[in-house]
């Protein structure tokens, strides 16, 4: 069973940066269309980034033009560049199948200080 493993959050500074990475067995993160998600405190867990195979992307608006999320083929691994970091993104972030979600890994905390 593939799993996935999320890891690079951290409690930072408002204003600050985080690169979180997203890795699992195999290649379905290279062949399938990926997503970032997060759960913050008392609310259900939203998409906020995807990459599509062919490498396009889409972001809510909430996060566009802070976060960049992108693959690396050779490393079989999904990243999420977080830039100008706020306290509304405090969060766990997970990332899974963007079309046909598979278990869920442990995701990774984040924690953003004002």
């Known amino acids: 069973q593939v799993q996935l493993v999320e890891s690079g959050g951290d409690l930072v500074r408002a204003g600050e940066s985080l690169r979180l990475s997203c890795a699992a067995s195999?290649?379905?993160?290279?062949?399938?269309?990926v997503g970032w998600y997060r759960q913050a405190p008392g609310k259900q867990r939203a998409l906020v980034a995807t990459?599509?195979?062919?490498?396009?992307?889409s972001y809510v608006d909430a996060v566009k033009g802070r976060f960049t999320i992108s693959r690396d083929n050779v490393r079989k691994t999904v990243y999420l560049q977080m830039n100008s970091l706020n306290p509304e993104d405090t969060a766990v972030y997970y990332c899974?199948?963007?079309?046909?979600?598979?278990?869920w890994g442990q995701g990774t905390q984040v924690t953003v200080s004002s």
């Open positions: 990459i599509a195979p062919g490498g396009s992307t």
């Open positions: 899974n199948l963007s079309n046909r979600p598979i278990s």
């Open positions: 195999g290649s379905i993160l290279i062949t399938s269309a």
